[in-house]
């Protein structure tokens, strides 16, 4: 009981803290909406997996966006101390959890594992979650030599029952294979039949390529993007002011219902993104 409340104690005390960069905040009023939250957080190429100060401020940015909280978070390249310390806040909220690991780094200390990770609300699912790195002959030659395996993992939420999934694409190039593409197409597969035969499904992740990319439009299909809103969507979730990150929502059975938050971070070279959608109402309004 005594550890529960310090780390109670511990959120508000973050809450207090200025993190300005990573502060989403809208102008509109969005407590009647649900909300999703992605960020590629750079854990071990610009934080060395340390939690502080990354990790920390997404603490910081989840509970204190005058809001509800995500029904969904999705993060990117984050280390297994990064992970473990945002699930020490996150689980007092109701939070469950998964992780994908992409590689293994098993003499440092605070990135004994690296990869995807989702939290959402709503209590885990007795089926449990899905974690899988794509086909071996999908993934670039590039990252084997690391290793680093590309893959994804799906949580499955219990009431109301969804599943949250996070993924993140290859980077390289290569001269004969698109590597990216076929990546994508694996992802997109999943995830549409996941929602067709089985539960909402929702993915969120760095896929590395442009709205215009002939693998990535297809997900529009079925799906709405979490920046389909406003007079200047499709903005760069990048500090190469590129969009790369996406949160892909089922449609119909939700509406993206705002215009996103996208936020740039000192902590990474990618952006908070943060989506708001509900199952009631007309798109955009």
């Not at 993190?19 to 909300?35: G, L, W």
């Not at 996150?90 to 780094?105: E, F, I, K, N, T």
């Not at 067709?196 to 896929?207: H, K, Q, S, W």
Request: charged share 15%; net charge negative; proline share 5%.
């Amino acid at each position: 009981m005594l550890r529960r409340v310090l780390v109670l104690l511990s959120i508000v005390g973050l809450c207090m803290i200025q993190f300005n960069e990573d502060r989403a905040t809208a102008s509109h009023s969005t407590n009647s909406y649900s909300n999703m939250t992605h960020w590629n957080m750079a854990g071990k190429l610009i934080n060395d997996g340390e939690p502080v100060p990354a990790a920390e401020a997404l603490v910081f940015s989840i509970f204190n966006q005058g809001r509800q909280l995500p029904a969904f978070i999705s993060v990117n390249e984050i280390c297994q101390a990064q992970y473990d310390y945002l699930y020490q806040y996150l689980s007092y909220a109701g939070y469950s959890r998964d992780y994908y690991a992409a590689a293994y780094y098993p003499t440092h200390a605070r990135c004994q594992w690296f990869g995807n990770a989702v939290f959402w609300l709503g209590g885990q699912h007795p089926d449990g979650s899905y974690s899988t790195p794509f086909i071996t002959s999908h993934q670039h030659p590039d990252d084997l030599s690391k290793p680093e395996w590309r893959g994804f993992v799906c949580g499955k939420a219990a009431f109301p029952t969804f599943s949250p999934c996070s993924v993140h694409i290859t980077n390289k190039v290569h001269q004969n294979v698109n590597y990216k593409n076929l990546q994508i197409g694996d992802i997109r597969s999943w995830v549409q039949f996941s929602n067709a035969c089985c539960n909402p499904t929702y993915l969120a992740g760095d896929l590395n390529v442009q709205p215009s990319n002939s693998a990535v439009s297809l997900f529009y299909s079925g799906f709405g993007e979490g920046d389909d809103c406003g007079s200047s969507n499709n903005r760069a979730t990048a500090d190469d002011d590129l969009k790369k990150d996406y949160i892909f929502i089922p449609d119909p059975s939700n509406r993206i219902r705002h215009d996103a938050f996208i936020g740039g971070s000192a902590h990474s070279d990618h952006h908070v993104y943060v989506t708001y959608y509900s199952s009631a109402g007309t798109a955009c309004s």
